[in-house]
């Protein structure tokens, strides 16, 4: 058996008990920066493995690194398992909550995390039988979801370190993106004011929540004046607490993201103009609280075709009659114009054309081709630190059903599916066997470094976290 047959029989032969982890992380959802129970399940898989773990890493006790082997290449295997607020669901095509307005895998991060953790295992199974040098790392990364955790870990010189990273994420498509992603800053600004009686006193009162209101007034008034594809959203997440008292504490959360990082911080320095106005305006006080601020995504045309024929090497994925069903059920509950949306985008992310009759199709088995002219992704990922760091790259694969809108209970309910599995042990196969290139093709890792090298152009990765930062 050469060293491919032995990853996709690692990965095969423990099928059942990788379906049994992600189901398990997917009974078991906790937000970021509180998923005690995912990173301990995945780090005793590891540990269990021969795998060295390092906990705390970024300052965060669910974020840990799992090693094995030693000398170079140094591999990279980024893992997250953080749930959503508020998307507990059944795996069922009716909402229906497992408990209500509590958290729930809406991102598929359940098999991100497991998919990751049997890359690295399977790899070890090769590397052992075939004596093949080099480290591998899974990161256990939490927060994914507000772009905490890869942005703490990278501050801390978690990755400085890797030839390569791999990833995935869990999709409605087996495509490996070539594109970019948005850059973000997430913060929230506290105004401060004086409390009086709203009816008899209010002249005594400076009200934090107008305060906030004038920033959103001004935000709006911004957002004529910035380009097209930079995108400013809002919470309000505290207002004061009764209309008949001035609020002497409001605070808005914002994220403003842009394709380039660059962009975010000019747009970021306006914002802070904006909320000092508000402040004078309101007669109170504010402050920035920054959370946190990632980077665009950096390409790497190299490694996203070594996943690609990677994905087209590993055993294809075969969905069953029951589980088109429950896909077609799922979709009967999207909002109009979900899968024609889903299915347009695919169209432009592919390289050939793609059938009109698979509009129709609710499971996507077959493995599409690069896009000449790849799109942004509307979203933002804490990968994309790690990409300005080392070379990275990253696949998507088959777990929801064409359309599934993104952050929604259909995708938690396909995540705890049998769809969701078949999906995962895909993107498993891919990364793998991607590792295994890179492991003994030297030329690999030399060409992707290089376009790594020209595509930073001389900028360096600095990270836009302040050393005495702590996760939140």
């Known amino acids: 058996m050469n060293a491919?047959?032995?990853?996709?029989?690692?990965?095969?032969?423990q099928d059942e008990r990788l379906a049994f982890i992600a189901q398990e992380i997917w009974s078991h959802p906790q937000i970021g920066l509180q998923e005690t129970f995912a990173a301990a399940l995945l780090a005793k898989e590891l540990a269990e493995a021969g795998f060295k773990i390092e906990w705390g890493v970024g300052q965060m006790p669910t974020a840990f690194v799992a090693t094995w082997g030693k000398g170079r290449p140094v591999l990279g295997f980024l893992g997250e398992y953080d749930a959503l607020p508020g998307l507990s669901q059944t795996v069922a095509a009716a909402k229906q909550a497992v408990e209500v307005l509590g958290p729930g895998h809406g991102c598929g991060h359940n098999l991100f995390g497991t998919a990751c953790m049997a890359s690295a295992m399977a790899l070890k199974t090769a590397m052992e039988q075939d004596n093949i040098a080099g480290t591998i790392r899974f990161y256990g990364?939490?927060?994914?979801?507000?772009?905490?955790?890869?942005?703490?870990?990278?501050?801390?010189?978690?990755?400085?370190?890797?030839?390569?990273?791999?990833?995935?994420?869990p999709g409605s498509t087996n495509l490996v993106w070539n594109g970019s992603s948005l850059a973000l800053n997430s913060f929230k600004v506290n105004f401060y004011g004086v409390a009086a009686h709203a009816g008899a006193e209010p002249e005594m009162g400076r009200s934090a929540l107008d305060?906030?209101?004038?920033?959103?007034v001004g935000m709006n008034y911004l957002r004529e004046h910035v380009m097209d594809k930079a995108r400013i959203h809002s919470v309000v997440t505290s207002g004061g607490q009764a209309p008949n008292v001035v609020p002497a504490f409001a605070q808005v959360w914002y994220f403003?993201?842009?394709?380039?990082r660059y962009q975010v911080d000019e747009i970021y320095a306006r914002v802070l103009?904006?909320?000092?106005?508000?402040?004078l305006m309101s007669g109170t006080r504010h402050e920035i609280e920054f959370i946190t601020g990632g980077y665009d995504l950096l390409p790497n045309n190299t490694l996203s075709s070594l996943l690609l024929q990677s994905m087209q090497a590993a055993d294809a994925m075969r969905f069953t009659d029951q589980e088109r069903s429950f896909a077609k059920d799922l979709q009967a509950t999207f909002p109009a114009g979900s899968v024609q949306r889903d299915f347009e985008w695919m169209q432009k992310s592919a390289r050939s054309a793609i059938a009109a009759a698979e509009v129709d199709n609710p499971l996507w088995e077959q493995v599409l081709p690069h896009s000449d002219t790849?799109?942004?992704?509307?979203?933002?990922?804490?990968?994309?630190?790690?990409?300005?760091?080392?070379?990275?790259a990253q696949l998507t694969t088959c777990c929801w059903p064409l359309g599934t809108p993104g952050h929604s209970w259909q995708t938690v309910a396909s995540s705890g599916s049998s769809i969701g599995v078949k999906g995962m042990l895909f993107a498993a196969q891919g990364m793998a066997l991607a590792g295994l290139e890179l492991l003994t093709k030297p030329a690999l890792l030399q060409a992707a470094r290089a376009e790594f090298s020209e595509a930073k152009k001389g900028k360096e990765y600095v990270t836009t976290l302040a050393k005495n930062s702590v996760p939140q």
């Open 4 to 13: 491919a047959e032995t990853v996709r029989h690692a990965i095969n032969d």
């Open 141 to 169: 990364c939490p927060a994914e979801e507000t772009l905490v955790g890869k942005v703490f870990m990278a501050r801390d010189g978690a990755f400085d370190d890797l030839d390569a990273a791999l990833s995935w994420h």
């Open 211 to 216: 305060g906030v209101m004038l920033m959103d």
């Open 256 to 260: 403003v993201r842009a394709p380039h």
């Open 273 to 279: 103009q904006i909320a000092q106005g508000a402040a």
């Open 374 to 392: 790849p799109p942004l992704m509307g979203g933002s990922t804490d990968i994309g630190d790690v990409s300005w760091i080392t070379p990275t």
